[in-house]
């Protein structure tokens, strides 16, 4: 028996099928002007013209209706840190320093799991109030932190990774686990979490600064011995951090050699940044399947660099490719505003990112590189039901300048992406039930 509605959207229906830097911007996407998605289980069951769908609905069953609104997936944010949240707009400093003065003072009060739940619950929320429904996220090193972040998940059934960040050395004593706690207590938290529901557990070393060879060694074994897990870490990011990474690490070839060696490059691994490599760095990247994370609010707040989108894509060793907010270094949580800067990056590189390939990024492309394309990131029967309800009349500026885009979609997603925030974010649904509404 085909499972029963439970309700349906109705609006402008968008969603990826392809890169369109590859497949071309209108082979890339479906549009359906006038659609109707029907959910059911958490799912969407069908989608298609509203005027074929309507009449077959279940009598009673709750339409929300959305005229004039897009409807796509739910955003993806790849690389995101919980803890962050009250480092956001600190002032002044490079990564280094930024580390040191801020994200480290912040980080220690999550020792207290009660701060930690207070803060993941607002965190979480934050991100739905902003259109994503799913994001690949660091805690701190505190094992309740990473139980806090979960519980607050599984309560609101999003679809999230997470992990205990390592880190046993180059920090305070307060931040500081070793190789064989970090082992353990990530083991723990993976037999508890990973798989439970929609949780995903990812072993995060924070960065090859923070970990010994002893640490890394054992995030290598931890991803040996469970294979479904993700791996996600900080590469290339800054010039300061590249020449600490040479000094701890004098025998890798490269700072993706040091991450290499010890067997942590592969699909399920998530490399935040990767602005500064070499040749011989991205044909390993390449090769070995991983991720490399554009991070545009935090690159250029942290005033660490340009990421190479082009080279990203060099089809001798193509890299596959996420785009996150990285707050707190990123300055928005909002996948709009962090695709608005993007395109000034590749702008100051002499390039265009085309409003398709950005919105195409956001949604398919970030669920393509956590290698979740079958759960979500896209709308088609089957796929769980998050979704994003869009309005690009959603301030005075963004209305009057609607006026003028005629009906035109890439105008009106490249007016989303430049002007468009979470005032933008009309409703947000996570698995078929709305957990947010603008007032
Ligand atoms: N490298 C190591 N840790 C961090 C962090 O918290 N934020 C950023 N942007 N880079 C890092
Ligand atoms: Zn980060």
């Known amino acids: 028996m085909p499972a029963k509605a439970e309700r349906a959207l109705r609006g402008r229906l968008l969603s990826f099928l392809d890169d369109p830097a590859t497949a071309g911007a209108a082979a890339s996407h479906s549009y359906v002007e006038d659609g109707l998605l029907v959910i059911a289980e958490g799912r969407i069951a069908r989608l298609g013209e509203a005027k074929d769908l309507l009449g077959a609905l279940p009598e009673g069953l709750p339409v929300d209706h959305y005229p004039g609104d897009l409807i796509l997936p739910g955003f993806i944010d790849p690389h995101i840190h919980y803890p962050q949240t009250q480092v956001i707009a600190s002032y002044g400093t490079q990564l280094l320093d930024w580390l040191e003065r801020y994200a480290f003072v912040e980080e220690q009060k999550f020792a207290d799991p009660d701060h930690a739940a207070r803060v993941a619950a607002f965190f979480l929320d934050e991100l739905l109030r902003n259109g994503t429904t799913t994001a690949a996220v660091y805690c701190t090193v505190h094992a309740a932190s990473v139980e806090a972040f979960f519980a607050e998940s599984a309560r609101r059934n999003t679809r999230m990774l997470a992990g205990k960040v390592l880190m046993d050395r180059g920090a305070p004593a307060g931040l500081l686990d070793r190789a064989q706690s970090g082992y353990d207590e990530s083991k723990a938290l993976i037999a508890r979490w990973q798989g439970r529901g929609r949780q995903h557990y990812a072993v995060t070393p924070r960065f090859a600064v923070t970990s010994s060879p002893a640490q ?224």
């Open 216 to 439: 890394l060694e054992a995030a290598g074994a931890l991803l040996r011995e469970q294979p479904e897990v993700y791996l996600q870490t900080h590469l290339a990011e800054n010039r300061r951090e590249i020449e600490t990474v040479k000094a701890l690490f004098p025998e890798a070839k490269s700072y993706t050699d040091v991450y290499d060696r010890f067997g942590l490059l592969g699909p399920r691994a998530l490399f935040g940044h990767c602005l500064h490599l070499k040749a011989a760095e991205r044909r390993r990247l390449s090769e070995s399947g991983s991720v490399a994370v554009f991070c545009p609010t935090s690159n250029l707040f942290i005033g660490s660099g340009l990421f190479d989108l082009k080279a990203a894509r060099d089809p001798r060793f193509p890299l596959r490719c996420g785009l996150a907010t990285d707050v707190g270094g990123g300055t928005s949580y909002s996948l709009l505003r962090t695709l608005g800067e993007a395109y000034k990056v590749q702008q100051l590189r002499g390039r265009n990112l085309a409003p398709f390939e950005a919105f195409y990024l956001a949604t398919l492309g970030n669920a393509r590189a956590l290698g979740l394309e079958a759960e979500i990131g896209s709308l088609g029967p089957g796929r769980e039901a998050d979704l994003v309800v869009l309005d690009a009349g959603a301030t005075p500026a963004m209305a009057h300048r609607r006026e003028t885009i005629a009906g035109d979609l890439a105008e009106e997603l490249f007016l989303l992406m430049t002007l468009g925030d979470d005032r933008a974010v009309r409703a947000t649904y996570v698995a078929g039930q709305r957990l947010h509404e603008r007032a």
